[in-house]
């Protein structure tokens, strides 16, 4: 069974710093891209980050450009989010999610998202 | 960045009636879109990969359709577990986008 469990948020101040986690279970890991997807409050789905298998290659939004950074250790089955100069607007709900093909498939790092973790909740604020 | 537009925002409705959600794109994403299911303090459920494709374990009743810009998802008989927020997806190009969402609510 695919899990994927999120850690590390909580309440931080602006211009502050903070690290996600999602710990993976049930596949193979290396093989899939992983991403990151934001819910503000109230408010619709945002995507964040991704990066490839190998975590070679990796992927940002405009709005976190320079500002966040994707990473994995898959030795350790572990997705990162290092989340820096973080600012109101970057309150939200952090989902982790897997892509649904694998490395043999072309274009696998954007693949859609079928599983996802109950997400963790970023609170910037003074 | 291509920009998804749901509509409707919101779709009264009523168990049994069939729901028809919109997806437009900016500029074409091929087939590359997928439709979501979100319920309240849930995290979103993959329903619909590449514009039709059903995700493992999806019921038949839920259907999509389209290419290029135009899309669409059909719920042909609205379960009471149906009635939830839907969102379109694509993966055509960086970055990857969501539209704004659709509610479906009981009528």
């Known amino acids: 069974e695919v899990q994927l469990l999120e850690s590390g948020g909580g309440l931080v101040q602006p211009g502050g710093s903070l690290r996600l986690s999602c710990a993976a279970s049930?596949?193979?890991?290396?093989?899939?891209?992983m991403n990151w997807v934001r819910q503000a409050p109230g408010k619709g789905l945002e995507w964040v980050s991704g990066?490839?298998?190998?975590?070679?290659?990796?992927y940002n939004a405009d709005s976190v450009k320079g500002r966040f950074t994707i990473s994995r250790d898959n030795s350790k089955n572990t997705l990162y989010l290092q989340m820096n100069s973080l600012r109101d607007e970057d309150t939200a709900i952090y989902y982790c999610?897997?892509?649904?093909?694998?490395?043999?498939?072309?274009?696998?790092?954007?693949?859609?998202?079928?599983?996802w973790g109950q997400g963790t909740l970023v609170t910037v604020s003074s | 960045e291509i920009v998804l537009t749901q509509s409707p925002a919101t779709l009264s409705l009523s168990p049994g009636e069939r729901a028809t959600l919109s997806c437009r794109a900016s500029?074409?994403?091929?087939?590359?879109l997928a439709w979501y299911q979100q319920k309240p303090g849930q995290a979103p459920r993959l329903l619909i990969y590449?514009?039709?494709n059903r995700a493992t374990g999806i019921p038949a009743r839920f259907s999509g359709s389209g290419s290029g810009t135009d899309f669409t998802l059909t719920i042909s008989s609205l379960e009471p577990e149906d009635f939830a927020v839907y969102y379109c997806?694509?993966?055509?190009?960086?970055?990857?986008?969501f539209g704004g969402g659709t509610k479906v609510e009981i009528k």
């Open positions: 590449d514009a039709s």
């Open positions: 999610a897997k892509g649904l093909e694998s490395y043999r498939n072309s274009g696998y790092d954007k693949s859609p998202f079928d599983y």
């Open positions: 997806h694509q993966r055509s190009n960086w970055p990857l986008t």
């Open positions: 990066l490839s298998g190998s975590g070679r290659r990796t």
């Open positions: 500029q074409s994403v091929s087939n590359y």
């Open positions: 049930g596949f193979t890991f290396q093989d899939y891209a």
